[in-house]
């Protein structure tokens, strides 16, 4: 494994390019062939047909909160773009409703969604009525296999 610094003066390293020319993290090298983005790398790791619901959870997620969150966090968590992230946090809860094989699952979905999640978490938490939605958070960072994936001291970047 090798880390990649994405900002900087020197920017990616140029073998980072060949690999990848659009820059984007994270690069996957299987039997030489690039396997590029995180839903592609998740997809490559888990394979598996998802769930109608773990696709909802996943749509929600790649469609709305990646937005909703980076709004949040580049207003400064003003009011209205704050309602906007929690109508998509609530939408998530929703997903949660299911039954609790959901929660107790750890699909590709949840593994992609989790980064944005644990950004969210960080930066606003959880609105109050999202009972499930913190109760998945609190499993999946239990996970020592998420648990070694999580940094304490980070900046985040959307």
């Not at 939408?91 to 107790?104: F, I, K, T, V, W």
Request: glycine share 8%; aromatic share 12%; net charge negative.
């Amino acid at each position: 494994m090798k880390e990649v610094s994405l900002y900087g003066s020197g920017g990616k390293p140029s073998w980072f390019m060949d690999l990848n020319p659009k820059g984007e993290v994270p690069v996957l090298v299987v039997d030489g062939k690039p396997i590029v983005g995180s839903e592609e790398t998740v997809d490559f790791l888990m394979p598996g047909e998802l769930s109608p619901e773990a696709l909802r959870w996943r749509s929600i997620v790649n469609d709305r909160l990646k937005s909703a969150g980076k709004r949040a966090v580049f207003s400064g968590g003003s009011e209205t773009d704050r309602n906007s992230l929690n109508a998509v946090l609530q939408d998530l809860e929703a997903c949660l409703s299911n039954g609790p094989e959901r929660a107790s699952e750890f699909t590709a979905a949840d593994a992609s969604a989790f980064p944005f999640l644990q950004r969210v978490h960080g930066e606003f938490g959880f609105p109050s009525e999202c009972k499930r939605l913190e109760a998945w958070y609190a499993s999946a960072s239990s996970r020592p296999g998420v648990r070694k994936t999580i940094k304490q001291d980070f900046w985040w970047w959307w």
